[in-house]
Nanobody
Framework: QVQLVESGGGLVQTGGSLTLSCTASGRTLTRYVMGWFRQAPGKEREFVATISWSGFSTYYTDSVKGRFAISRDPAENTVYLQMNSLEPEDSAVYYC?????????????????????WGRGTQVTVSS
């Protein structure tokens, strides 16, 4: 069993920054692929970023490349999403998700159907 809890959301102006955190309990995330997804009102949930359990491989959706950075700290069993140059279009509920355990240390996934565990989300609102 893996339980995920997101934190760090809030209200920020256009161009500002926020850092989201996802902490896990029940199991360590040492060999889990991690992902961040988001869902805005009236829209489908979309992929944002993913990181392999090794921490060496990452991938981002085109709209956030160069602005967002995903990272993980195995010692703290935590995954982060650093968000810079935020835009109103980034406003959404952000969810972290875990897939695993995996044997391949560099594998990652942008497909939400591959994830087994989900947090309850944290709200990010970017004002114009």
């Amino acid at each position: 069993q893996v339980q995920l809890v997101e934190s760090g959301g809030g209200l920020v102006q256009t161009g500002g920054s926020l850092t989201l955190s996802c902490t896990a309990s029940g199991r360590t995330l040492t060999r889990y692929v991690m992902g961040w997804f988001r869902q805005a009102p009236g829209k489908e949930r979309e992929f944002v970023a993913t990181i392999s359990w090794s921490g060496f491989s990452t991938y981002y959706t085109d709209s956030v490349k160069g602005r967002f950075a995903i990272s993980r700290d195995p010692a703290e069993n935590t995954v982060y999403l650093q968000m810079n140059s935020l835009e109103p279009e980034d406003s959404a509920v952000y969810y972290c998700a875990a897939n695993g355990p995996r044997n391949g240390g560099n594998y990652y996934s942008s497909d939400e159907k591959e994830y087994d565990y989900w947090g309850r989300g944290t709200q990010v609102t970017v004002s114009s």
